[in-house]
């Protein structure tokens, strides 16, 4: 393991252990929600399912929502839970 | 909001009734085995499966976010409890990937096979290829995922333990129900609907979303449009599939259900009417339109004011539907001796819960507190910054403010002034808001609207409003059985007298609908967020 990957690793199980993350997941979740993010993906899952017959499996289906579900959290969502992680970050790391 | 009622005090727990016979929330049991677990589990190793997942899933229902409150945990040593930093503890070390250390956020996979666990990213993966384990309990949804066919896979026997796991966790007596399971063990709630079954015949795919317009007969969009918001109700609907005790013992039954319509003073039943109605909206199979003949001459029997052929209030159909609800249940259980407290009526056990208001004497400082049953929320649009959006109409109507009167203190008994703010002290199933666009002006004796335009959430986060807020240690705490769903809206467009009522709602898989009259179409999300509101029905959806 690279010096890079095992403070990585340290500083997320630290976010874990400390249930920061817990918070912060709770959070953003609850935006993803309030903004339409997660009907949005039900709905492009749903018919990309549809349109594939059957013959699409989970590794596949989640291969070609990812970048899309990605793309379509809205920028502000995206910023207001970064800036909180940075704060989680600025206060832990010294 | 309406006035008390003499049931309302014993108004509490009839959720949990409702919820036990709720199916549960996951169709995962429909997932059928691949061709590899099916040969792996007729050899000799199917026990050492079960006892292998078995263990796993109690491990995935203990990250499990909306279960893990409810859960105690007891070492088995001693019975002592094992405390909740301690349990992370144990979770940490036990769901951490074997390969980079980490517990990429408890999303790792168990093997069935080995101890090894492995992260989602990399080495669940990864692992499965070097040693050919290829299944794996995804500690995320405590499901088997089958690494040679990228999939989820699953077994009636692996989902009843699954569910037993659940169940088990809920069961005990002290354990707030929050989410609905069914038993699971007994009655496999996923048993063949392809079977048989006398006297029963499967309703076509089309009818069963339940997509169907209603004829305009006249201003009668204020009844349409709520009746659409009712049939679409998933609680609603629940309560009258399964609505026995009005079907066998109303005497209304058979003029409703086709034997004659004789509707009349004594046999006007809106329940009756309201239940074949959900019978041809999820039944029929053509898209004509459904007709409102009896709804009319059932509601003018029932009051007068409404099937008059003049546009009215879409709020007060709705109150009036939930009254009818109520009073019919009553009569009923009457006859079949059985009537219960608290009631268990669709009012009493989806649409109520309870305000309290508190009086904060400025002299003493004492707080008085009264609770009050809430229908629904009636919210002031008025007096707001620009883009007002629901949240602020929350924040004015739970705001601290100062009384206009003098109030006698019952503590110090003096008269002074005071500070009165309202919260939620209990969250209905299903909560209704008003946003109030009708002005009518006492001295002019004139109806004015306010078209101002209030942003909707489709999710609302109610922490914040109830009373068992935290307001000085956890004042951004999210409760997730606090949060609700937009599942159905009711818009005004228009003039007061001569405008237009339109229903838009959700269906499950989160696609929205409008209801125009007869005419049903698509809409979109972006649709439903510039809609201007009247009416809002948000559904409990714990997150």
Redesign the interface.
Known sequence: MSDLEAIKAQIQNHLVDSGNYDVISKQLKLKLYECGWFDQITQVATNELKSAGGNVNFDMLLKSLKPRAEELVPSEVKEEILQKIRAYLDDTIQ | MLPATSESAAVANQLPNLQQHTPPPDNYGQIKPCSHLRSVLETKAYQTVLNTYQQAVAISIAIN?LLSSHLVYQLKKDGLKVSHSRL??FK?KAL?CSL???????LVFVCLQCPHVGCYKKHGMQHAKESGHMFAIDSHNGLL?CFS????TNHSDLNRIRLSCVAACLGSPNGKTGITFGNGTENDTSFDVDSNIDGYTRPLGSAIQGLKGIVNMGSTCFMSCILQTMLHNPLVRYQFFNNDLHFFNCPSQPHYNGADEMIDENSACITCLIDSAFKDFYTTPTAEGYGLTNLLTTAWYKNRLLAGFQEQDAHEFWQFLLNEFHSDHERVAELADILLLPCRCIMHSIFLGELESSIACNSCGNVTKTVDPLVDLPLEINHLNENPSLYDCLDQFTHNELLDVNYRCSLCGKESKAHKSLRIKKLSPVLSIQLKRFKHNMLLDKASKIETKVDI?????LTKYASDWDETTAP?A?D?NK?Y?LFAMVHHQGLVNTGHYVALV?NS???WFKFDDSVVSYAS?EEV?STNAYLLFYIS?T?
């Open positions: 976010p992370d503890e940490a951490r980079c250390d980490t517990s990429n956020f408890y995922f066919c990228g999939n989820y959430p489709l999710f609302l986060n951004d999210i997730t949060v769903e959700k898989s989160g696609q999300q967020k959806h997150i």
